[in-house]
């Protein structure tokens, strides 16, 4: 039998469309796993294995058929439970959502079964993808948290349960868990993956991010999501012909990076600091180090003010009907939320812009920007998902970031580098990332 746990998401795709492995082995496998895991890692807030079987026979039965099959054909993914479906509920977190689900699919969740691949359940989420952590537990160490808000995204690609995942990220809820959890993590241009039927937190923030465990893996997610949306007034024209093969090529010239010793270094602790260390040693002659730049201290400030602003104005139905059945953390974000005023709120986007201007111009001379993905490795907790401080910033400026899991923390935790690129630019950065994968790997 051959081991699918060893092989990239596109190679087992090519084996069922070859005949070599059928959907309902390769679901099988990942059904032994979630069988075997799930009990300590929590991961699924949602999952049918009789629905996934059935699912994954149709998939073998159209391939057979002879028709043409698309890029993830037979492929089972696992979806953040905050992305719309018809036929699995959408709690987003929360009791006040128990047993609903949505009218219609969220359009990534169309483009996903247009590709051929079977959406395998739902993944556990922080209440209303805020900060209140789900029960999921790091599969490193089921005492630590797999951080949030997409903690069964996370989770359940690290614990080898799906071989990739959805989740979504308004502060650092791709890059974190992604880290923590030890896989990939990316996280795209804003704009560039439609919304469209997914819980709303933040219109200025909110953007959808893909877990898998290579850089390839996540390319060709990417690949299949990415498409303008008429409904979602973000999205913008970007071909995404190409980007998997633009991933595996990577840069033409050995890249040079900006390694951002930011104003939160100082709070990463003392074991990941020196794994970073000897990552930005190893790659002296690849790596300059800056201090931050002066506008990077304003920015966490403005991103919350969107942030609960935009959480008070999505939320204040759920805060004035349910207020008791909401986590502390929520309403006082809520209340917050409702204190702003426009022009605070107005001077927080303009500053977007501004900020995004400077910053645009480290890529006359660099590939991009690296910066921890996290302060240090997963917290020992389960009450809290840890912090974003290494995050927001590109959240805020909606550049395409990814995490790497390329180093180990303390008790030998995994730990990510976040790599951060151009706004629309993300074939080439994804090239970049796949580059430095690879140069670490070897």
Known sequence: MIDIFSLKVEEIASKIKDAQLTSVEVCEKYIERINKFEKDVKAWVHFDKKLLLEKAAEADEYRRSGKPTGPLHGI??????????????????????????????????????AAGAIVMGKTATAELAYLGPPKTTNPHDHSRTPGGSSSGSAAAVASFMAPLSIGSQTGGSVIRPASYCGVVGYKPTYGLISRNGVLKTSEKLDHIGVFG????????????????????????????????EETKKGPLFEPKFIFYKTDHWKNVEKKSKEAFEYFIKSFKKNIEIFDTPSYFKDIHKYHQIIYETDLANNFGLYYKKYKKKLSKPMQDAIVKGNKHSA???????????????????????????????????????????GSAEFNKVWSYLGTPSISLPLLQGEDKMPLGVQLVGAKYDDHRFLGVANWLEKECNN
């Open 76 to 113: 089972p993914i696992a979806v953040k439970d905050i992305v719309g479906t018809v036929d699995m509920p959408t709690e987003c977190g929360t009791v006040i959502r128990k047993g609903k689900s949505y009218s219609q699919n969220a359009e990534i969740i169309d483009l996903l079964l």
């Open 213 to 244: 465990r290579t850089v390839e893996d996540v390319a060709l997610l990417a690949k299949v999501l990415i498409k303008k949306d008429k409904f979602d007034s973000a999205t913008v024209y970007y071909s995404a012909d190409g980007i998997l």
């Open 343 to 385: 022009k605070e709120y107005a001077e927080a986007i303009d500053f977007m812009k501004r900020s995004y201007e400077s910053y645009e111009e480290v890529f006359e001379d660099y590939h991009g920007v690296l910066s921890p993905s996290s302060p240090g490795v997963a917290p020992k907790s389960l009450k809290s998902t």
